[in-house]
């Protein structure tokens, strides 16, 4: 071979091949010994960081979750700042139970209310436990999260019309109380005691009980309780019961001018959010009479005017109109013909015209006018169309369950309102 005539053997050179191969496998081995330590402890810094980044983020969501509703509850009822931080607490611990597979614990947990700008601040210290960053001699990673929730939904004030006229007797007036009293659950919930939302009540068949408030309203005049329209400039308007603005009644309950006349036992029940006496108070109807639609819609408006917060008492008190943050709204519901009047034209001829030009009045007040036909014919049908504010506000039902949807839709068209607003 040519190496040995250089003088070199075969086992030599054997040995220094061996040799040589044997340095390089040692200085990978060095190598590699001096890059997987560095490398094996960034990735268990990088895996610690990760844990304690996951639960702060967990803790983030949880905070969102517990200012928002913290914030609602501030804005719909009288809680205290200890009721609230309750509120806050029991909404974020259900939403961080899933943290604690991470091994994280959260401390330090505050809620700041403040009420004059309608917001709420939750705060929270999360802490992890680490594992492999134990060997840098960090045996946790702390962060400080917050969040900030501003809840401004709107006041409803909604009066609801409801016809309790003979018509309505048996199933239909059943009908009618479940569908009143779904949408009081809706809007108000079995537990509300907010003020943020209230409901007024405007029974009505051949004229409307005005109970506490027929003095008031009649100048003294009713005998019965029960009053009609005026005439007059005010007549299809929510001018204020004064002199000259008084509504009308029988002079002789017992021998009335209009043979049409009857005093419904239901008075008019002014806005309230308790949901027992709303409810309560719908179940006590019964149903009696012609039907003077006309008033009906009257006092739906008359209920959630401002210009009659002299009438009612103080927690029923409607707000102005143009309020940013208030929704007025009224429900007509009907299942027959206008056909009993009193003044402003012929006798028991005029409920419809009359309807629907307090109706226009209303509107032009920026007052959301929703309308139920429930079984009534073509022309009751037509004047409530006439009355609402859109097509869109607008239920024919001919079912007690389409009664009870259209109810139910209304309801929570005006809980999506009262968010968006």
Known sequence: MCFERFGFKKGLLRGLTTQTAGDERGGVAIVFGLVIIPAIAFLGVALDSWRAFDSASAASAALDAAALATARAMSDDDLSDTELTEVANSYFDANTSSSASNGASYS??????NRDANTVTVTVDTTVPTTFTKLMKVNEIAMQRSSTATYNAAKI?????????????????ADLKDAAKSATDILLGED?????????????????NAGDYADRVSDFTSQDGCVFERAGAHAYDDFPPLAGTFLGSE??????????????PAPVLPMSDNVTLIKDTINSYSAKGYTAGHLGIAWSWYLISPDWSGVWPAESQPVNYGEEDTIKAVILMTDGIFNTSYENGAQNRTSTNQARRICDNMKAQDVIVYAVAFQAPGSARATLEDCASTEDHFFDASSGEQLKKAFRDIAINLKQLRISK
Request: net charge neutral.
């Open 192 to 208: 509300n005691t907010g003020k943020r939302t209230r409901i007024a009540l405007a029974p009505y068949s051949a004229s409307v």
């Open 108 to 113: 330090n947990f505050t809620m700041l209310a």
């Open 251 to 264: 002079s002789d309950p017992e021998d009335p001018n209009n043979n049409h006349y009857a005093c419904p």
């Open 157 to 173: 004030e909604l009066a609801m019309m409801l016809d309790v006229t003979g018509s309505m007797k048996g199933q239909k007036i």
